[in-house]
């Protein structure tokens, strides 16, 4: 038996644990340095198509910030982001979504409103200390 398929099970295990330690939604690369602590032969290509194989499988979420970097989020459920303007990273919000139904007219210029997006930017902790 090729011991292939045990090492590619070994490190998506290892790939979804990161996403899930390093708390705040990590960025491929981010994800790619803490397995290296784990699984140091790993390669960035087998981290982005593991990253690819999870998301199809609904295991993880890709959430897109305001920059090109992709975030991967272990939190599939439905939920908002804040995102800090300074280093750029992406954590869950925890409030109550606008509900549509609660809108009046006046309050949206008499549009018909179809979706809300909720988008806020802000600055973490750690940036807010420096
Ligand atoms: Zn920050
Ligand atoms: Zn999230």
Do not use: W
């Not at 038996?1 to 099970?9: A, E, H, L």
């Not at 397995?35 to 295991?59: H, K």
């Not at 606008?98 to 930017?121: A, C, D, K, R, Y």
């Amino acid at each position: 038996m090729d011991v292939q398929p045990r090492r590619n099970t070994t490190q998506k295990r290892v790939i979804l644990h990161s996403v899930e330690q390093l708390g705040c939604h990590p960025t491929a690369v981010q994800i790619y340095n803490a397995v290296r602590e784990m699984l140091p032969r790993t390669s960035l290509s087998t981290v982005y198509r593991n990253l690819g194989i999870l998301v199809d499988q609904g295991r993880i979420k890709a959430v897109k910030g305001t920059g090109s970097e992709i975030h991967y989020d272990h939190n599939t459920g439905e939920h908002n982001h804040i995102e800090c303007t300074i280093c750029g990273r992406v954590c869950d919000v925890h409030v109550n979504p606008v509900n549509i139904e609660t809108l009046n007219p006046e309050t949206v210029s008499n549009f018909i409103v179809l979706e809300v997006h909720m988008n806020i930017i802000g600055i973490c902790p750690e940036c807010a200390e420096h």
